[in-house]
């Protein structure tokens, strides 16, 4: 996607828990195989927006089916892994109009625990692997502490 | 949209609170005056799906346009009806394939007060207004009841 990538094969992030449940997901998407040969950090790089690649980006844009997939993939990811930490079943839940704007929502039972809005979803990405890694892990902790306090909603 | 209409201007129903909001909303997504002229019989009638209505349709179809504003338009009148019966921001979430399946959520707070699968979306409606006023209204006080049950999730 990028000419140059910006994670390294040996990234120690590589190895942590969501980034392996998240490189999962996006290879569970893609449904024709192309990412078969590829690494977890190629997987990964179209996934992060650096400030030199925001700026090769148009400001205005419909997103691309990859992005849309990748988003897919990033929430789905979001979901897995609060089922698995919680017990309870968990779906995301997200509505985009094409042109890259919309309202993500998980939910367990019938407790949200992250509602977002998405903007721009063309420049969807994380500034870093660390970025994507530490927004991601401040989602998960929130959702727990939303099922940890309301324990009965999240098991309707 | 079809030939005869199956409500009568007269409808008492027409006066019910709910079907009221839903005319309202039907008009409001209605961009370009279509329905200026028109009776409230006539733009709730496209959302009546007799038996013999159905039978005329494809079995599967893409939901056109004005199938999906009404769609939007019914679930946004739940929504605001929600909003103004609990006191708080109600907001509906539909997202729905091309093909006409999905999911549509209303939440009050953090809290799922609606939750439902959509299916073959190019069929959508109530077999009568009768109907599609006992479902709403059933709809409706599930919802409140959901509130009242955990109204702290409901305040978040």
């Known amino acids: 996607m990028y000419d140059e990538m910006v994670i390294s094969d040996t990234d120690p992030l590589l190895e942590s828990e969501f980034i392996i449940e998240l490189v999962r997901h996006l290879r569970a998407l893609d449904s024709y195989g192309a990412y078969e040969k590829w690494s977890d950090a190629r997987i990964l790089d179209p996934l992060i927006m650096t400030r030199e690649r925001?700026?090769?980006m148009p400001l205005i844009a419909d997103p691309d089916d990859v992005t849309l997939s990748n988003i897919r993939a990033y929430y789905n990811a979001l979901a897995l892994t609060?089922?698995?930490e919680c017990g309870h079943l968990c779906s995301p839940l997200i509505s985009l109009s094409h042109e890259g704007f919309g309202r993500v929502l998980i939910t367990v039972g019938k407790l949200v625990v992250m509602d977002r809005v998405l903007r721009d979803a063309h420049l969807f990405g994380f500034r870093s692997?660390?970025?994507l890694k530490t927004e991601s892990d401040k989602i998960l902790n929130q959702a727990q502490a939303m099922v940890s306090r309301y324990p009965a909603v999240a098991a309707i």
Request: hydrophobic share 35%.
């Open 54 to 56: 925001k700026k090769e």
């Open 82 to 84: 609060i089922e698995r």
């Open 129 to 131: 692997l660390e970025a």
